[in-house]
């Protein structure tokens, strides 16, 4: 359905064609639909505007994706929105005010950038922490400076994880690893891949703050296995050694060892998975056990990608996982 800012319902889309809706880890998720206007309902779908109305997907009863409205087009008999998650609104915010956080734990300050971002116009938001991140951060932003967005992303890569879910802002520690089911190769049919990013690979991170700051902070070393693999990262947020170091230790931990990914990104999970599609959450995990390829895998990994698709020819959901951050330390 569409909704408006003011919270009536603008029209119910009966008759859909095809519906597709995402969910992502540390960043905007996205949905599509395309309907078949009938009756009263292409009236009220000739009243809709961006930014004013958002997509409401309900799954089962059950609301599973919304957000705001950002491109639309009418044709003959068919009408396609493209929506973006309540997170979008902080790609177009900037900080309101300027601060200084000295020592703060990453979810104070992802919860304030949330909150300044929002306050002088909300769209209707909650925030949910889940536990503090564990890493410290010295932080400054400056009122009318760069997009709150694009800060609340540069957290997520010294930290901390962060996803929407409906109206919902959930900010969790990169080791947040709560199992919401269990996948076999049962469980995905065919195509499964198995895959090693060695690309992302550091033995050794070097993070620096502001080029004149002389901030730094340095996690890792020359490794028995791999050698010496250096990347050296500026974070100009990162004010403070001790955030550096920080910010260092997580980025390693995402990058040590090679990260293993399992993408099920060209299958369909089957029907009879012992999973809920609507608690297939990012940052949230499942427990994979597979042996069908020439590589093994039994642990537990977190979703970090999830894309469902329906349309007359049934539903598939498709599910990226990724290590947890605790798989991938020392």
């Known amino acids: 359905m569409i909704v408006d800012r003011d919270g009536a319902i603008v029209t119910h889309a009966d008759v859909l064609i095809s519906v597709e809706w995402t969910r992502i880890l540390d960043d905007v998720s996205t949905a599509h639909v395309v309907i078949n206007p009938d009756g009263d309902c292409c009236a009220q779908l000739g009243r809709v505007r961006t930014w004013r109305h958002k997509l409401v997907i309900a799954r089962d009863g059950v609301t599973v994706w919304e957000g705001p409205i950002i491109q639309a087009e009418w044709s003959y008999g068919k009408v396609e929105l493209w929506a973006s998650d309540i997170l979008v609104w902080l790609d177009r915010r900037v900080p309101h005010d300027s601060i200084t956080f000295t020592g703060e734990d990453l979810t104070t300050i992802a919860a304030w950038l949330i909150e300044d971002g929002f306050a ?14 564990g890493v410290e951060g010295g932080r400054e932003y400056t009122r009318d400076t760069g997009q709150t967005g694009d800060h609340l992303r540069d957290l997520a890569d010294t930290g901390l994880d962060y996803t929407a879910v409906g109206s919902t802002i959930v900010l969790m520690p990169e080791t947040w690893s709560a199992s919401v089911g269990v996948l076999t190769d049962a469980d995905f049919p065919e195509g499964l891949i198995v895959a090693e990013d060695g690309s992302q690979l550091a033995t050794r991170v070097i993070v620096h703050g ?21 990347r050296s990262i500026e974070e100009t947020s990162v004010k403070t050694d001790h955030s550096a170091l920080a910010a260092a230790r997580s980025r390693r931990a995402a990058a040590y060892p090679a990260p293993v990914f399992l993408s099920s990104d060209e299958v369909t999970l089957s029907p009879e998975a012992a999973v809920d599609v609507a608690k297939l959450v990012p940052g949230w995990c499942v427990d994979v056990a597979t042996q069908a390829t020439c590589r093994p895998l039994t642990q537990r990994l977190k979703i970090v990608g999830v894309k469902v698709q329906e349309s007359g020819d049934g539903e598939s959901v498709q599910v990226t996982l990724a290590p947890t951050s605790s798989e991938l330390e020392d």
Not at 210 to 230: A, C, F, M, R
Request: no cysteine; net charge negative; charged share 25%.
């Open 210 to 230: 502001d080029e004149n700051s002389g901030v730094k902070g340095i996690s890792g070393g020359t490794d028995p296995y791999y050698g010496l693999l250096e």
């Open 120 to 133: 002088p116009d909300d769209p209707g938001h909650d925030v949910q922490i889940l536990g503090p991140a």
